[in-house]
């Protein structure tokens, strides 16, 4: 299993440009939310015009199951912000045809928790997913609080 990479204090994570992850081709979406009611439906909606613009503008199309994968992340890195940072957050969506990147920030300087797999743990389980469908997940203090950062690869269309 991968693991996420937590920047140690004051040390900023080994994170490539977005440029770098994905290719120099981008489709790029981005949205405020402050843990309203709503917020994360209205995440998602973000993330799936994100997606039919990606599919758009490649003249590709984007699987179901990759669909899924990307509105997963988008939930549980917006879940974590909302629950432990009790504040705003910002989503960052950014893609190409090789790889979307979720970034998530928000303003608490607390790195998240990787907790190990345990069936029997109710809750905790959301970057064990996240780190699942990814292929790279980083988290690092920043002047406004951490960006997550998570990288997933595009599936086959089929």
Not at 109 to 130: K, N, Q, W, Y
Request: with cysteine.
């Amino acid at each position: 299993m991968r693991k996420v990479h937590l920047a140690e204090a004051g040390a900023p994570a080994a994170v490539p440009a977005v440029e770098e992850m994905v290719g120099l081709a981008l489709v790029y979406r981005a949205g405020n939310y402050g843990g309203e009611p709503g917020s994360l439906g209205a995440a998602r909606q973000l993330a799936d015009e994100f997606l039919d613009c990606l599919a758009a503008d490649f003249a590709t199309t984007v699987s179901e199951r990759f669909r899924f994968d990307v509105m997963l992340v988008v939930t549980e890195l917006l879940t974590n912000a909302e629950r432990y940072a009790h504040g705003p957050s910002l989503l960052e969506l950014a893609g190409s045809t090789r790889s979307v990147v979720v970034t998530v920030w928000d303003s608490s300087t607390a790195l998240p928790v990787v907790f190990p797999p345990d069936p029997s743990r109710v809750g905790g389980h959301g970057l064990e997913i996240v780190n699942r469908l990814c292929v790279q997940v980083t988290a690092e203090r920043v002047p406004v609080g951490k960006r997550v950062r998570a990288v997933l690869r595009v599936h086959d269309t089929t």
